[in-house]
């Protein structure tokens, strides 16, 4: 397992900051901050809820995002641990991801997504 986690920016969303992680070789945010930041219900976990159940179709599952379980978890919630914007917590038995490619996507459109919004890639991270 590639054991490369690290903050590389916070962003600030609507008042809220918004870790951008790099794990496995690939930029993320955790869905249920960014869902926190747009606004969903349960503190951002209706946003999973949604991005697993309503928009399945639209969203590719390891492309556009991932679910973290054991192993994986552990490693990003351990590497996660080491930067100032750690939020998972230890009782977290899965965690959502979302890749850059499930922000660009269309089920993003309906919630009024900012085509301009600050996440995306930097080559300078990697």
């Not at 590639?2 to 496995?24: I, S």
């Not at 869905?31 to 606004?39: H, I, N, T, W, Y």
């Not at 999973?48 to 973290?68: G, N």
């Amino acid at each position: 397992m590639d054991k490369q986690v690290m903050l590389t920016e916070t962003f600030d969303f609507e008042g809220r900051p918004l870790p951008f992680y790099v794990f496995k070789g690939r930029a993320c945010i955790i869905a249920s901050d960014a869902g926190a930041a747009l606004g969903y219900g349960d503190d951002g976990k209706k946003l999973v809820d949604r991005i697993r159940d309503d928009w399945a179709a639209e969203l590719i599952k390891t492309k556009d995002y991932d679910v973290l379980l054991d192993e994986e978890l552990r490693e990003f919630r351990r590497l996660s641990a080491l930067t100032p914007e750690s939020g998972v917590s230890a009782r977290t038995r899965n965690l959502t991801v979302l890749y850059e490619s499930g922000l660009d996507r269309d089920p993003w459109d309906p919630l009024g997504h900012d085509p301009n919004w600050p996440i995306e890639v930097h080559p300078e991270c990697y």
